[in-house]
């Protein structure tokens, strides 16, 4: 161990598929995910996700998982001790995009406050009078309070971080994530059962491929990696923490299987209810905001399913900004020899203001290239920076380092894994050239 300090690790055999569960399980299954299958024409993008979750996303998961486990170390310290030079570089894209994610990330966090209590002080009633889209955009506007609810919801991420990994985010993850799923099934009911719910299911379960287009392929690729969290270095920071003996290829599947079914099912309680009520599926980033609230006013007890539904978004939410904030702070703790108080505090301060202009951008003050600030920076780090990450740590592994990755993976050929071969291939080829080929038509150079 580079200080002489024993490294930091999950709590029990569990607590890493729970941890890396909850940061990949998070606002980008049931905010991200719906509003960009809206805006990406439905069916067809659904399918072409999954693909892209099980074709790319599983083994880069994996790849990622067993560099962080050998180095036990930060992202760019991985890529420094196992290779260095200017794989480094891939590191620091990954911290910059933690950075930039959490930025944004933040103020939507902050959102979830702003809806569990007004889930009591006037959302039903705003919602049963279909007037939930002008709630939505009322609140948002409000540039004060939306930074102010930022600020509040950064300040619990620091919070638990400053912790340490400990037992804390393990717990939490165990109690909160089947919580969350049960909830969702229980939404789902509702929603397809309104009536005029037909539309949706339609929307989202009967492919039209001549939809898909270079960016629908960029769409679907960036929300892979965005929803999984890979492409920037959480991966190989939570493996960091990993036990030795632990099954990689398993606790890799694990978290692949429920990420995709969260984001599937929450596609099942906004598609159906957005056609009920008329919306439009296309809407962007309110989508979720806006449907949820109208599908709530029509249950008995709706405020009480309100409340309940956006405390599990922002647990989600927490569990994945916890995450981020980790892979930033990870750096400066081992490089930089910061205490963690010191680097969970000065950087999640930093990383908040960086936000505010993605809040402030709300109001449709502030553009970048024609989108609003947030998704801009949105798109950056989704799109540009994760997939290239990815692409990146595929490269490394299938080419430099595929004799240790196999050992690793296996631990050492104890608990051998069938899937090897092709795993490696996968990194050295199939990724590479797909995300290289769906990166640059979806840019438009192709
Ligand atoms: N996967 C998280 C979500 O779906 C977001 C995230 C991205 C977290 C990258 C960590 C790293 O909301």
Redesign the pocket.
Known sequence: MSNGVEREQWASKLGFVLAAAG???????I???PYITGQNGGAAFVILYVILIFVIGYPVMMAEISMGRKAELNAVGTFKKLRGGPWVLVGWSGIA??FI?LSY?GVIGGWTFKYIFSSFTGLMEAGAAGEAGNFFGGFVSNTVQVVGLQALFMAVVISVVYKGIGEGIEKYCKILMPGLFILLLVLIVRSVTLPGAGEGLAFYMKPDFSKLTGETFLAALGQA????????G?MITYGSYLNKDSYIPGAAAQVCVL?TMVAILSGFVIFPAVFAFGLEPGAGAGLTFVTLPSVFSQMPGGAIWSGLFFLLLFV??LT??I??LE?VCAYFIDEFKWTRHKATVVMGIIIFLVGIPSAYGLTGNLKVAGKDFLDAADFLA?NVL?PLGGLFIALFVGWLWADEAKKEVTNQGDTPFGLTGIWIWICRIVAPVAIGYIFLSGIGVL
């Open positions: 940061s990949a399980v998070g606002l980008g299954n905010w991200r995910f995009a933690g994610i990330y990696f965005f929803s999984l969290s890979l492409g920037m959480c990420d989600a939410a994945s900004a995450s981020l892979v989704s994760l």
